[in-house]
């Protein structure tokens, strides 16, 4: 194991004080060392993470270091490839790359595939990369960190589930606002019309759904639990809706909605009247450790609405909260809801795990 003040120690030592990412479970103990650091930036993506290192160096001369889930490797390629890379601009970066679905690991089956081909893709951008299990695992990769100085080459370090050392600390994550999720959620689902179909976003929210249907015996509509793809769930859920007659409900929270806000424009202007848009805003990025999204900055209502959102609602607390839901289904109108919620307060959360039955499941008419 290693302890993560030895790796940023690694880095400052090489003259690497620049960081930016996007929030990964296994790398929380890093973003959370992190948090108060003045050069430090929490980016809405993989690809403006590094963007902005890719600017940083542009300014400084100095690489950055970007940090970001596999999953969220793909999101990254087109600056890796089209800025950055050596046969454009040889700009030197250092990926932190949190490997879900290593072949060491048991993970869940859209971590296991991308865990298998991460390595090929590193090789196929031609980016070399070290295995950090160890402080032994520092000597290979300081050598690739003078590499990549010395050639203005991308170069990066791979981290398994459980390679940091676990401090303790008192990281209780902080509720922005009061309204309970889970009492929000069981009160949406017992609202909703009996042929809706509800698409929710990867994280905790399809989890404490598929939770919540079976503990209370809910099972009014039918979901589609987005297991990856973070930042995709509302097109996923604009081209069902335009194809459908049914009600389409969009469950999505507010790192997901930034995360490819350019989307909700194209929903706003070409969605109809059967498409329901609910953001879960909690102003965190609360499965991976609670980092802060900073969505609480955004006026949400005045962003949707020059979206090309016409109806915007907002629940911000238990008080006429059944009487709020029933309004927001009722309209027969494209509408956007946004719900301000605590963190999840759900204990060992279960996961979907027969996709296939999920997805066959969701199709029936």
């Given at each position: 194991?290693?302890?993560?003040?030895?790796?940023?120690?690694?880095?400052?030592?090489?003259?690497?004080?620049?960081?930016?990412?996007?929030?990964?479970?296994?790398?929380?103990?890093?973003?959370?060392?992190?948090?108060?650091?003045?050069?430090?930036?929490?980016?809405?993506?993989?690809?403006?993470?590094?963007?902005?290192?890719?600017?940083?160096y542009l300014s400084t001369k100095k690489i950055p270091?970007?940090?970001?889930?596999?999953?969220?490797?793909?999101?990254?390629?087109?600056?890796?490839?089209?800025?950055?890379?050596?046969?454009?601009?040889?700009?030197?970066?250092?990926?932190?790359?949190?490997?879900?679905?290593?072949?060491?690991?048991?993970?869940?089956?859209?971590?296991?595939?991308?865990?298998?081909?991460?390595?090929?893709?590193?090789?196929?951008?031609?980016?070399?990369?070290?295995?950090?299990?160890?402080?032994?695992?520092?000597?290979?990769?300081?050598?690739?960190?003078?590499?990549?100085?010395?050639?203005?080459?991308?170069?990066?370090?791979?981290?398994?589930?459980g390679t940091f050392k676990k401090v303790y600390q008192?990281?209780?994550?902080?509720?922005?606002?009061?309204?309970?999720?889970?009492?929000?959620?069981?009160?949406?689902?017992?609202e909703i019309p009996s042929k809706a179909k509800v698409?929710?976003?990867?994280?905790?929210?399809?989890?404490?759904?598929?939770?919540?249907?079976?503990?209370?015996?809910?099972?009014?509509?039918?979901?589609?639990?987005?297991?990856?793809?973070?930042?995709?769930?509302?097109?996923?859920?604009?081209?069902?809706?335009?194809?459908?007659?049914?009600?389409?409900?969009?469950?999505?929270?507010?790192?997901?909605?930034?995360?490819?806000?350019?989307?909700?424009?194209?929903?706003?202007?070409?969605?109809?009247?059967?498409?329901?848009?609910?953001?879960?805003?909690?102003?965190?990025?609360?499965?991976?450790?609670?980092?802060?999204?900073?969505?609480?900055?955004?006026?949400?209502?005045?962003?949707?609405?020059?979206?090309?959102?016409?109806?915007?609602?907002?629940?911000?607390?238990?008080?006429?909260?059944?009487?709020?839901?029933?309004?927001?289904?009722?309209?027969?109108?494209?509408?956007?809801?946004?719900?301000?919620?605590?963190?999840?307060?759900?204990?060992?959360?279960?996961?979907?795990?027969?996709?296939?039955?999920?997805?066959?499941?969701?199709?029936?008419?």
């Amino acid at each position: 194991m290693i302890k993560v003040d030895t790796l940023i120690n690694f880095f400052k030592k090489n003259n690497i004080n620049f960081f930016t990412g996007v929030p990964d479970s296994i790398l929380k103990e890093l973003s959370s060392y992190l948090k108060n650091d003045k050069k430090h930036i929490i980016a809405t993506n993989e690809g403006s993470a590094v963007s902005i290192g890719i600017g940083h160096y542009l300014s400084t001369k100095k690489i950055p270091c970007i940090y970001m889930q596999n999953s969220g490797l793909s999101n990254a390629l087109n600056p890796l490839i089209s800025i950055a890379h050596k046969k454009v601009y040889s700009i030197p970066l250092i990926l932190i790359i949190g490997w879900r679905g290593s072949p060491r690991v048991k993970d869940e089956p859209q971590h296991n595939v991308k865990g298998k081909i991460t390595r090929e893709i590193l090789k196929l951008l031609n980016i070399k990369y070290t295995i950090l299990r160890s402080n032994k695992d520092f000597t290979k990769f300081g050598k690739q960190i003078k590499y990549a100085k010395k050639n203005n080459s991308i170069i990066a370090c791979l981290i398994e589930q459980g390679t940091f050392k676990k401090v303790y600390q008192n990281n209780s994550k902080k509720d922005f606002y009061n309204l309970d999720k889970e009492l929000f959620l069981k009160t949406l689902l017992q609202e909703i019309p009996s042929k809706a179909k509800v698409i929710s976003s990867t994280g905790y929210n399809s989890r404490e759904l598929m939770h919540l249907r079976k503990k209370f015996n809910l099972r009014n509509s039918k979901d589609f639990y987005m297991v990856g793809g973070m930042g995709h769930t509302s097109s996923v859920a604009l081209g069902y809706s335009l194809s459908s007659k049914n009600k389409t409900f969009c469950i999505d929270g507010d790192g997901s909605f930034l995360m490819h806000l350019g989307s909700m424009m194209t929903i706003g202007n070409f969605a109809e009247k059967n498409f329901k848009y609910i953001l879960l805003n909690n102003n965190s990025h609360d499965s991976v450790g609670g980092q802060i999204t900073n969505a609480d900055n955004v006026d949400i209502e005045k962003l949707s609405k020059s979206l090309g959102f016409k109806n915007f609602y907002s629940i911000e607390n238990k008080q006429n909260l059944t009487k709020d839901i029933k309004n927001f289904i009722k309209i027969d109108k494209t509408a956007f809801l946004e719900v301000k919620v605590t963190n999840s307060k759900i204990k060992k959360l279960p996961r979907p795990e027969d996709l296939i039955k999920i997805k066959n499941q969701f199709m029936k008419k």
